[in-house]
Structure formats: C-alpha cells, structure tokens
C-alpha cells in the first residue's frame, strides 16, 4: 500500500471505529460531527411515564410482550442499553421468545420522545446506528429525543443468524460474481447453495423467522415499551422497507416517519437488481466525470468513457489474475467489486477510491480489500457482526424468487444495457436466493398505509443504492406519502450536506410541519 492511500486509509479506520460495526449501511449516511455540548452521557436520562394506552396489544395473545419496560443499562462510555422480548413465532405467541438488542442514547435537553432508528441493510445493526448519533442526527434531534437503535431479529445481537463459518464466508465474499466458466458458474451455485443449507442447519427455526414483516412486529412491541402510542421513526436504506412495512401493519400507530434513500416494496428480485446496477454505474460515472472535469490529467483518462473502460478492464484483469493484497491475501473480482462500490455511497469518499483504484492499477490491491473488509465488517481475519449472512437470510426469505444458472445469458443482455460495469455481476445476483431451504410464514404485502399520519419520502438523483424511482415509487404508493427530493450523489439524503433536506426532515420530526410534496432540494 502507497504512502499517499495509507494516509488516505487512516479515514476509512476512524469512520470504522465510529461506527462499530454499522457496516456501509450507517456509512452512507454518517457525516462529520458537529460537536455541541451534548457528548454521550452528558445528560442523564429523563424518566418516562408511559403514554395512555400504549400498553395495549393489537391481539390479546400477545399481551405479555406489550408494556414491557426496558431495564437500561450503561454500556459503551454513556450509552444505554436493554433487551427486548418478542416471540419468535407470531402465529404461535406462547412458544419461543427472542431478545431484541436496544440502545439509547438520552435527549441532552428537553426531552420530546424516542425517535426510533434504523440504518437498513438489511443486516446493520441498529444500535451500532442509534451509538454513532452525534455524527448520524443533527443536534437539534439529539436534543430533544432520545436515539434508540435495535438489531432486528436474526442481526448483530438479536439472535444472530448463522449460516456460514468466518472461513467459508470468506470464500463466499471472494467466489467470482459473474462467472464466465463452467467451473467458476458451479462453484457460484455451489456456495449460494452452501449459504442456503448453512442457515437452515446452523440457526435452525430462526432461519424461518427473519422477514422484515416480523421485524415490523417487533418495532411495535418496542413502540409499546418506550410508553408511546404513536411511533416516531427514521430508516435509512433497507430501513425505509421496514418502516412502511410497519406503516402498513400499524397504521394507526405512525406517528412523524421518515423514510431516507427509499426501497420500492413493490418491486420484485430482477427489477430491484436490474435498477440497483443502473444506479451503481450512474454513480460511478458521476464520480468519473468528476476526476475528468475538476483534474487537468485524470488518472483514469481523459473522458468519462475512456476512464470508465479503464476501470472495466481493471475488473477483467482481476478476475484473470488476483492481486496481491497484504498479509498472504489476494484481492479476487468479488472482492474488487465491494471495494470499488462501497466509496459510491459518499461522494466524501470518492478520494479514498481515487487512491484505491491508482494502487490497483499499480499491482497492489489492499486498499480494495480494506474496503471490501469495511463493507462487510470484517478486521483480523474475523466478522465483527453477521451482516453478510443476515442479508442473505432476510432479503431470500422476503423474496425467495431465483433464477437458474442456464437462465442468466438470457438476462445479461439488458443488465449490461443498464449497467456496462457492473450489469453481470447483477445478473448473476437473480440466482442467489436459489439456495433458500426455508420459507417465510407472512404473506407479501401491498403496502399503502391507508389512514396513517403523513410519511416523508426522501430520496437522491444519483444514488447508487436506491434510485431516485424508488423514493418516487414509494411516495405514491403510501397514501399519506410526502415526497422530498435530493439533488446530489451518495445514498441518502439527510445529513449529506443539503439544509434544505436536513430542515425538512429536522422541522417535521420536532414540530409536526410537512413540506409540499415534491419539495425538490
């Protein structure tokens, strides 16, 4: 590694050390710190008296799980912590029970609420999310609510999912992700297959009850045990799903939502992963055009489509001949791929992938893999949360729709129509839920949230994760839906340097204003 990208790595280990685990779903939305006087555990927490009727469940078999008051705890230098229980089964209520991880970090004034929170995923841990509050939220949230985070079930310390040992995921990460052999396509179905049974065999029942409608449930036992009768809630990402899945179950129990750097519930695998690799090459086009139109000698060319091509045939050479990474490791294409990915989240991180990508093109691909390790939590050999099988476990047991490995020629040729980077490996991603041996018990739902209190909707022209389309989709289709759009890259909208977004999401959440619909920013 480069004297210039060890420098320039320094970063990405203290955004690391931030977020403790909150992988690249906190990342595409954590910005600098603006100080203040309201340091964890610099105000103790206020008492809170349950609000009428917050106790009550919607179904009496599930009254023992409402009204539940957590027991708090110091944890993390000033933070709180508590568990939650919820049962593993809705249907069956009286049966298992799991233990929901809660984190909270106190309102340093004059405390309003509980502003729930969720950094998506799916497979982040929320508290890790609620932990990173002073670089998240601005302070005029962390003044007046108290941050709560919770690792959803089967993620972080809910009852983690396991599928894979460290080993094995390593290997996962690594296998080819658009084979161009017969032996590298059977070893692709063979680990999303080894995937599939490792989570049956490794967690069991759990397995059968990761969906996000269940999580959804959850969050409802948690609205009940903050004492509230309406939730307050922000999600970012996979957050969003989860949250108007929650608008949809409980529509009488919303409270001021907002949804930022939206997912299209509607949508099915092909159309979530053909959209996804369109956003991914719109924003690596915006990060090239940038290193084109603000340097006199681009690294990468002198036009976007010539540094586009250098940057595909650096892909190429990779999976023909792994680079050497550090430490006895070598950089596969799978690795390269989360690598170059990952720093499309900021726009504030397109410096560290310049240095990532000069270091490739000169033989030495560690700083790829420290941010491949970085996107899937991974240091010293080891993963410090299961994000990387919990997405997996959640998103297959959501959809479980896959296609066969003798199918996906026939998709390529629209994927890289859309996506000329990045298309294949996204075409080859219809086959992973192929592996799948368990089935969820919640039917799909249509989300519309008929009846609930206005919703905002944000989301960004270049983002690479969620399409500006979805944030659009969604806002139509929730029917109190409120739109706010962010003109900018990176995922996320809120916190990346927009006041026009960060006082529309900061006034409705502290006093109730709803921008205009369409409110473009």
């Not at 599930?62 to 809705?90: I, N, S």
């Not at 982040?124 to 959803?152: E, M, N, S």
Request: proline letters at 7%.
């Amino acid at each position: 590694m480069s004297t210039r990208t060890t420098r320039v790595m320094a970063w990405v280990v203290v955004i690391a050390l931030a977020l403790s685990g909150a992988g690249v779903a906190a990342l595409s939305v954590i910005g600098a710190s603006d100080g203040g006087d309201d340091a964890p555990g610099s105000a103790p927490a206020a008492p809170v008296t349950p609000a009428p009727g917050s106790e009550q469940a919607p179904d009496p078999a599930l009254q023992r799980f409402y009204g539940q008051r957590p027991a708090w705890e110091p944890c993390r230098k000033g933070l709180q912590c508590a568990t939650l229980t919820v049962p593993l089964d809705y249907r069956d209520p009286g049966g298992d029970a799991l233990q929901i991880a809660l984190l909270k970090v106190p309102a340093s004034g004059e405390r309003l609420g509980s502003l729930v929170v969720n950094p998506g995923g799916p497979g982040a841990p929320g508290t890790d999310y609620a932990a990173a509050a002073r670089q998240v939220f601005g302070r005029p949230l962390r003044q007046r609510f108290d941050i709560v985070g919770f690792d959803p079930r089967g993620v972080g310390d809910s009852n983690p999912v396991d599928c894979l040992s460290d080993d094995e995921l390593t290997a996962y990460l690594a296998t080819d992700p658009d084979p161009d052999t017969p032996a590298e396509e059977r070893a692709y179905v063979a680990m999303a297959d080894a995937m599939g049974t490792g989570c049956q065999e490794r967690s069991g029942e759990l397995a059968a009850h990761v969906s996000t409608a269940e999580a959804a449930r959850d969050m409802d036992v948690l609205r009940s045990a903050l004492g509230e009768t309406t939730l307050t809630y922000f999600g970012a990402s996979y957050g969003t799903k989860l949250g108007a899945t929650y608008a949809e179950l409980f529509p009488g129990n919303v409270g001021r939502f907002v949804l930022d750097g939206a997912v299209d519930p509607r949508l099915g695998t092909r159309e979530v992963n053909l959209q996804q690799a369109q956003g991914f090459e719109t924003a690596l086009r915006a990060y090239v055009a940038n290193c084109v139109e603000s340097t006199d000698d681009c690294f990468l060319g002198s036009s976007v489509e010539e540094g586009l091509g250098t940057i595909q045939d650096l892909m190429v050479r990779i999976d023909a001949e792994p680079l050497p990474a550090g430490g006895g490791r070598r950089l596969t294409e799978g690795d390269a791929f989360l690598g170059l990915a990952l720093p499309l989240y900021s726009r504030d991180y397109w410096v560290i992938l310049s240095a990532a990508l000069r270091d490739a093109l000169d033989g030495d691909g560690a700083t790829l893999m420290e941010l491949a390790d970085l996107y899937n939590d991974r240091s010293g050999g080891t993963y410090k949360t299961n994000s990387a099988e919990a997405i997996y476990a959640i998103n297959c047991l959501d959809d479980p729709w896959a296609i066969t490995a003798d199918q996906v020629a026939a998709e390529v040729p629209a994927y890289t129509r859309a996506s000329p980077t990045f298309g294949r490996v996204f075409a080859w991603m219809n086959t992973t839920c192929g592996g799948i041996k368990v089935t969820s018990t919640e039917p799909r739902l249509d989300i519309r949230a008929e009846g609930a209190a206005p919703i905002l909707v944000i989301g960004t022209t270049r983002d690479p994760a969620t399409p500006l389309v979805w944030a659009e989709a969604l806002a139509e289709q929730l029917d109190s839906g409120v739109l706010v759009t962010r003109d900018g890259d990176g995922h996320t909208g809120y916190r990346s340097g927009n006041d026009c977004v960060d006082t529309a999401v900061e006034d409705y959440l502290l006093d109730g204003t709803v921008p205009q619909d369409g409110l473009a920013c």
